[in-house]
């Protein structure tokens, strides 16, 4: 069947681990016709879990997208994690679609991780909807459970479909708009109360008659979802299928079509203002955007675009906004989870994938060269977890830093970079988890093996005192000798300062071309610090005085004696460590303060700021670094999961002597062994 842009329906369902995301995806498939089987996570047969690492764990560890046809609709649907350290995936998800299905178990209410993810629908400017599963479990109370949503995202939260009963007694779901049950009159009556915010003429109409037409009702529902007026509360049961039809009827019909959610901002090619805005129109010039990008063995690399405006062909050429240039696309694709099929074309509105298109990356913009346009992309989590990463097999470096760049292009918040001061690979991620996850898919994927190790700390070294310090280099070895003598000073410099090198020789005892070299063996023992093999800052040295020799002194002989001198004076100088000072803000339920602060004071940890909104308490601190390398696991253990932090470097400051004398010792055992 062909459909037009006025017939799709894109949603992503969102929600805590074990709401039941995934089951009701199973389900509706199922329902829709779209699976042959109703599939499910705990026998392994869920059309979601697609990777290995998923089937292991039985949990979605990235959004995946299906194509669910539905009588004179047609859905795109993106399961996303309910972990919430890989909450990128589901905000990338909500950029690409018009409404978020947010999934609440009746069992466990409204979790912590439920309301981020709301938040971050708000964010996204898309429609909601909220889906209650599990209302058959022991002790569930469907009115008390509304209660909290309207507690918790406003008196915009209502019934379209509910339990007839709660717990062991329920058997069936009511729905409202056809007047099912004894509570269908209250809900529509409040359903009427919010739609008619939508328009004033409505409103007026509503006044004087007391009360909406089903036409009329029916009409504003999609434009009240798009405007926030309306929030549609929905009840399955996945493995009876209770309730899922019911939920594709009204999505079908009433969730906002492209469009409904109408004109999108984007910037100009050049410009760093949100001017333009692009409408769903399939006719136009064609507008995309790269919503997701997957990195298969076997297929190759698939880019995921939400076609915008206009229509995107196959054996067309794509301009890719961010390089410049335009390269070869043979087939579209329509993304069943693991089942793809060829397309001839795609319209606004649509979601599919593209095959290897190598140049393309996650939030590239696909556009008519005639009407070059950004589309911005959204605003993602910051990386909070490091971890140093190894080949356990000599020969693979490699390979890992191309299957570690492959996994970074389909992940936003997964990072690697070289850390300068230590020389270590490092990975950062949103959590441990987080990371665990990508190095098992590179493990799968690449048949690489890696070994993960907490990183080295970067140090400082650094004095606070003024020192003096010489050195006579002299080597004869039968023939042209080495001959360089350096007399200086050093001294310490405010934090942030740098590096100061101050000329003081006279009377030419260091030939002014010898003076450079000593500078520059001074700065390369800089680089390799004194006490404990980190890089020395803020420190100035000011050198007064030398010899040298007519015919054997040389450039040599004065960078090791400028470098040992220096060395000398610093150890004389109290020399102290410099570790760097994170800024941590901590947001958890507030049940859990006083465990979290009690576990800060065990970290060295400093309160700067406590706030609370609602029941989540905000706090702030700041922690050394060497204290927050694990400080993920710690949180996710105090909070049961539910906590979240995000960490900034602020400062550098001298470390407690015991813990220098420590690093110190660690360091000088490490040398004397020669590992």
């Not at 995806?25 to 199922?30: I, P, Q, R």
């Not at 794509?318 to 074309?345: A, D, F, M, P």
């Not at 000798?481 to 590096?499: A, H, M, S, T």
Request: proline fraction near 6%; hydrophobic fraction near 40%.
């Amino acid at each position: 069947m062909a459909y037009g842009t006025k017939d799709f329906r894109n949603f992503v369902l969102l929600g805590h681990g074990d709401s039941g995301k995934t089951a009701f995806l199973d389900a509706l498939a199922f329902k829709a016709g779209a699976s042959s089987r109703h599939g499910s996570s705990a026998d392994g047969t869920s059309i979601s879990d697609t990777e290995p690492e998923e089937v292991e764990r039985k949990h979605t560890l990235s959004s995946h997208l299906f194509f669910v046809p539905y009588k004179k609709t047609a859905f795109h649907v993106f399961d996303s994690p309910g972990y919430p350290d890989f909450i990128a995936e589901a905000i990338s998800a909500l950029h690409a679609v018009e409404t978020a299905v947010l999934v609440v178990s009746s069992a466990g209410g409204v979790t912590f991780n439920a309301r981020k993810l709301w938040k971050e629908a708000e964010k996204a400017g898309v429609a909601r909807a909220i889906l209650v599963t599990r209302p058959e479990a022991e002790n569930t109370d469907f009115s008390s459970l509304l209660e909290e949503l309207v507690q918790t995202f406003g008196d915009v939260c209502v019934p379209v479909t509910y339990p007839d009963a709660n717990g062991k007694a329920f058997s069936k779901v009511f729905r409202v708009l056809e007047g099912e049950g004894d509570k269908a009159g209250d809900y529509r009556a409040v359903l009427e109360e919010r739609v008619v915010e939508v328009d004033e003429a409505l409103m007026e109409k509503y006044f004087e008659e007391g009360a909406l037409s089903t036409e009329a009702l029916e009409e504003a529902l999609p434009r009240a979802m798009t405007d926030g007026k309306v929030v549609p509360v929905f009840t399955a049961v996945p493995p009876s299928l209770a309730g899922v039809e019911e939920f594709l009827e009204f999505a079908s019909r009433f969730f906002p079509s492209p469009i409904h959610r109408g004109e999108v901002s984007a910037y100009p090619k050049e410009g760093d203002e949100a001017s333009e805005k692009v409408a769903p129109d399939p006719s136009g010039p064609l507008a995309a955007q790269v919503v997701k990008v997957l990195s298969d063995p076997h297929v190759g690399k698939l880019s995921f675009l939400r076609v915008r405006r206009g229509t995107l062909e196959a054996d067309s050429s794509l301009w890719n906004v961010r390089t410049g240039k335009s390269e070869r696309v043979g087939h579209i694709l329509k993304v069943h989870g693991k089942e793809r099929k060829q397309v001839e074309k795609a319209l606004a509105g649509e979601i599919v994938a593209v095959a290897k298109v190598e140049s393309l990356e996650y939030g590239d913009t696909i556009c008519d060269p005639e009407h070059p346009l950004r589309f911005p992309l959204p605003q993602q989590p910051q990386a909070m977890v490091s971890r140093a990463v190894f080949p356990k097999q000599r020969g693979d470096e490699q390979k890992i830093a191309g299957a570690l760049a492959r996994i970074s292009s389909e992940d936003p918040t997964f990072l690697t970079e070289r850390e300068p001061s230590t020389g270590e690979l490092l990975v950062k991620g949103l959590s441990e988890l987080h990371l665990g996850v990508q190095i098992e898919r590179i493990k799968n994927r690449y048949k690489l093996d890696l070994e993960v190790r907490l990183p080295k700390v970067p140090y400082q070294e650094t004095v606070t005192a003024r020192a003096e310090g010489h050195h006579r280099h002299k080597k004869q070895t039968g023939g042209r000798g080495q001959f360089g003598e350096v007399y200086l000073r050093i001294f310490p410099k405010d934090r942030g300062e740098g590096f100061e090198f101050v000329d003081k020789v006279v009377g030419g005892n260091i030939p002014r071309q010898f003076i450079p070299e000593v500078e520059k063996g001074i700065v390369n023992a800089m680089k390799k610090g004194v006490i404990a093999g980190y890089p020395v800052v803020d420190v100035g040295v000011e050198v007064y005085d030398g010899k040298h020799h007519p015919v054997d002194s040389d450039q040599f002989s004065f960078q090791i004696a400028g470098a040992k001198a220096f060395a000398e004076a610093f150890e004389k100088a109290k020399p102290v460590l410099l570790e760097p000072i994170m800024n941590l803000t901590i947001e958890v339920p507030t049940r859990f303060t006083g465990d979290i602060t009690a576990n800060l004071n065990t970290k060295r940890g400093r309160l700067t700021g406590m706030d609370a909104h609602g029941d989540i308490q905000v706090i702030q601190a700041q922690v050394p670094l060497k204290e927050a390398l694990d400080y993920s696991a710690q949180l996710r253990s105090i909070t049961a999961g539910e906590g979240s932090f995000t960490m900034e470097f602020s400062h550098y400051e001298p470390v407690p002597g015991n813990v220098q004398q420590e690093i110190v010792a660690a360091y000088l055992k490490e040398k004397e062994s020669g590992s």
